[in-house]
């Protein structure tokens, strides 16, 4: 089945940078935009990025312009969402998720989520 | 940027009520980009339904959604108790992706 699976809870300090992984498995990697969404604590959801995994190129609001890098392996299936410049306020829970129709079309319609990746900026 | 507004805030009800959740946008939004999610307590969000009214697989019939231009809904018929979670709406625009705050269904 398609599944999703990112790495492990980070804990950071204010000025560092995280990367976070998502593997993904049970079908064609560079057939999907894989998108990137966070919750901070008792907060809702925000959209961060999305990424196209056969050409790597990423699209991401201007709020993260500068501090967010996404990458993605081919070779093993999997993307990267690293975040630079650390602050309190980026404290969430990190979210990859695919994208529901093939490339080149992009709908939002996220499904599988990955299992998420709790990220923790304290001095 | 698109505004999703999703009221009421919070809904009271009892398994087995009919529940319904507005998702209001700031402007006229295409229905192929307007999805809705589920968040049950502690767990990952899920796609309830895709281009404003079509359900995601699994999904039974008791979810429905409906509407065009600023105005969508999600309706749930029968609330079964797997349903009292946070419900988010989430609409395409000018290359972002946005998220409405959530409408939180509770007993």
């Known amino acids: 089945q398609v599944q999703l699976v990112q790495s492990g809870a980070e804990v950071k300090k204010p000025g560092a940078s995280v990367k976070v992984s998502c593997k993904a498995s049970?079908?064609?990697?560079?057939?999907?935009?894989i998108h990137w969404v966070r919750q901070a604590p008792g907060q809702g959801l925000e959209w961060m990025a999305m990424?196209?995994?056969?050409?790597?190129?990423?699209n991401f609001p201007q709020k993260f312009q500068g501090r967010l890098t996404l990458t993605r392996d081919t070779s093993t299936s999997t993307v990267y969402m690293e975040l630079s410049s650390l602050r309190s306020d980026d404290t969430a829970v990190y979210y990859c998720?695919?994208?529901?129709?093939?490339?080149?079309?992009?709908?939002?319609?996220?499904?599988?989520w990955g299992q998420g990746t709790l990220v923790t900026v304290s001095s | 940027e698109i505004v999703l507004t999703q009221s009421p805030g919070t809904l009271s009800l009892s398994p087995g009520e009919r529940a319904t959740l507005s998702c209001r946008a700031s402007?006229?939004?295409?229905?192929?980009?307007l999805a809705w999610f589920r968040q049950k307590p502690g767990q990952t969000p899920s796609l309830l339904i895709y281009a404003a009214s079509s359900r995601a697989t699994g999904i039974p019939d008791r979810f429905s959604g409906s509407g065009s231009g600023t105005d969508f809904t999600l309706t749930i018929s029968r609330l079964e108790p797997e349903d009292f979670a946070v419900y988010y709406c989430q609409q395409f625009a000018n290359s972002r992706w946005t998220f409405g705050q959530g409408t939180r269904v509770e007993i």
């Open positions: 049970g079908y064609t990697f560079t057939s999907y935009y």
């Open positions: 998720a695919r994208d529901g129709v093939e490339l080149p079309a992009a709908r939002g319609w996220l499904d599988p």
């Open positions: 402007q006229s939004v295409s229905s192929n980009y």
């Open positions: 990424i196209n995994p056969s050409g790597g190129g990423s």
